[in-house]
């Protein structure tokens, strides 16, 4: 066991790493086209691409430091770990910087670390090592609720700077709890959230109530004789027809102008082509500016000239668009396919539940990032700002995504003889 211990190398997943270090390439060349009009020495630290190859390069050091600890050491200390990450929530209500609305970093120097990114893998720890000791089944309240509150701990504390978008993240953990037994209805629950909370902007809210309470009601007639499943049914329209009132207050009261506006553009209540919208416009002219094969690195007018705001972070897939065409759309999007897919294989192959878990909830954290960073650059899901994982501008998010894998990676190394 020592001697394997010690070849630490041995047994890691090299072909992920080539994947984290090819889409950490792709953020750089990319950051560096969308630095408009002209752009100076390649090493020149000042730069946005500057910064961020000095992210990558720390992001690597620390990725490889981390297969040198002993797997077991993440188990161990992952209450502590969650711990720190709730403490450090709790601090930038108090002494963050309120950037674009949002009280989301603390200033470090010239530094700004956001604690959110950081608390996704926190979470995925501490809710790998419940269900690893546990073992819970997920069919009784109990282990529900449990599990729920680690996950609600650190998405509460999220809300309240606001930083919707990743709070919403931390959705995804549902899909690992799935896999280790919760019932599926919970999925279905969700999704019908998802379809409720558009319903309700679209079609008036006692219309939705109608048409709630007659398919309940024919439901109910059905399974008359079953009081378990009337009783079951009685619930869930009651937190359905709550659901649709709490919409309405949260619209009204927890988020901000420029979050409805992004909601109203993209169910097409109004238009907006100067103002919430300008981003999502233009982001899409670059995207398809580029055609099949893109205009050339630094070719992009859309980027050279600066069009699309927050170009370096939250639109940076429109950079690649724009001057690599739908073909480097396709790399980079076959490119975390095959992550995902492979993140998904590893976890299978664990020996404990602990790495299990974690395996799968870092394959749904890049996941929701993924779908929802593309999403907003297209115009198919509204603008929540979150980054690109490993190819968005930022210490934060690349240094958080580096941790959540690299962990994973020692996890898998170590298979055969974690307990």
């Known amino acids: 066991m020592q001697q394997q211990g010690n070849r630490f190398f041995f047994n890691v997943d090299w072909i992920t790493v080539l994947i984290y ?140 700077q606001p930083d919707t978008g990743s709070a919403l993240v931390f959705l995804a953990f549902m899909f690992p709890l799935y896999r ?84 109203e553009l993209m169910l097409g209540l109004k238009t907006d082509n100067k103002g919430a919208g300008y981003n999502v416009i233009q982001s899409q002219i670059a995207i398809g500016s580029g055609q099949a094969t893109g205009r050339g690195f630094l070719q992009g007018t859309q980027t050279k000239y600066g069009y699309v705001p927050e170009q370096s972070t939250d639109f940076i897939f429109s950079t690649i668009g724009e001057e690599w065409g739908f073909a480097g759309c396709s790399v980079v999007i076959g490119l975390y396919i095959f992550l995902l897919l492979r993140l998904i294989n590893l976890a299978e192959r664990q020996r404990s539940t602990f790495s299990r878990v974690y395996g799968y909830s870092v394959a749904c954290i890049l996941f929701f990032h993924v779908f929802i960073n593309i999403g907003m650059t297209i115009g198919i899901i509204p603008v929540i700002g979150i980054p690109l994982p490993l190819i968005s501008y930022g210490g934060s998010s690349l240094w958080s995504f580096t941790i959540l894998l690299f962990i994973f990676l020692k996890l898998d190394s170590n298979r055969m003889g974690f307990i």
């Not at 909370?197 to 109608?210: E, G, K, Q, R, S």
């Not at 004789?225 to 919409?247: D, N």
Request: charged share 10%; with cysteine; glycine share 8%.
């Open 21 to 160: 270090i090819a889409l950490c390439a792709i953020g750089f060349i990319n950051i560096y086209a969308s630095v408009p009009p002209e752009h100076s020495a390649v090493f020149s630290f000042n730069t946005l691409y500057g910064k961020q190859l000095i992210y990558v390069f720390t992001g690597l050091i620390l990725g490889l430091s981390i297969l040198l600890f002993d797997g077991r050491l993440f188990n161990v200390f992952s209450p502590f770990i969650y711990g720190g990450t709730l403490l450090l929530l709790l601090a930038v209500l108090v002494i963050g910087n309120k950037v674009a609305g949002n009280q989301a970093w603390i200033a470090i120097g010239s530094f700004k670390l956001q604690p959110a990114e950081f608390a996704k893998f926190g979470t995925a720890l501490l809710l790998a090592r419940y269900v690893g000791a546990f073992n819970p089944k997920f069919r009784d309240f109990k282990s529900i609720m449990i599990a729920g509150l680690i996950v609600a701990a650190p998405l509460l504390l999220i809300m309240l």
């Open 180 to 263: 280790e037994g919760l019932s599926g209805y919970f999925l279905l629950i969700f999704l019908g959230m998802i379809v409720l909370f558009v319903a309700d902007f679209l079609v008036p809210t006692y219309i939705l109530i109608i048409i709630i309470l007659a398919i309940a009601s024919l439901f109910i007639y059905n399974n008359r004789r079953k009081q378990k499943i009337i009783f079951s049914t009685v619930l869930v329209t009651l937190f359905a027809i709550g659901y649709l009132f709490l919409i309405k207050v949260a619209y009204e009261k927890v988020l901000a102008p420029h979050q409805r506006s992004r909601i």
